[in-house]
């Protein structure tokens, strides 16, 4: 079966840098989107970046310039690097896979990101 397993979240102060790491397994990683959404306490949960199978980005507008996602095919692993994190970054962040032949959607359990001020 599909899983995710995200890594990399942590506490760092504001201006810092992480970077998020979600392993798959149990599919065919080339074919899928792969997003990374995230949650802050009392919010719902929001699209912040994603990558197609053919590498095409979209970043939500608060995050352009500081994040970047990649994906290693070789690796099945998606990335997203964190630059620049602000206090508003601050949430439960979460690897999201879709298959675009079944639309299937597959998450993973979440990586908390805490940035302070």
């Known amino acids: 079966q599909v899983q995710l397993v995200e890594s990399g979240g942590g506490l760092v102060q504001a201006g810092g840098s992480l970077r998020l790491s979600c392993a798959a397994s149990?599919?065919?990683?080339?074919?899928?989107?792969m997003n990374w959404y995230r949650q802050a306490p009392g919010k719902q949960r929001e699209l912040v970046a994603g990558i197609t199978s053919g590498v095409s980005t979209k970043y939500v507008d608060g995050v352009k310039g500081r994040f970047t996602i990649s994906r290693d095919n070789a690796k099945n692993t998606v990335y997203l690097q964190m630059n620049s994190l602000k206090p508003e970054d601050t949430a439960v962040y979460y690897c999201?896979?879709?298959?675009?032949?079944?639309?299937?959607?597959?998450w993973g359990q979440g990586t908390q990101v805490t940035v302070s001020s």
């Open positions: 149990g599919m065919i990683f080339r074919i899928y989107a």
């Open positions: 999201n896979a879709v298959n675009p032949l079944t639309n299937g959607i597959y």
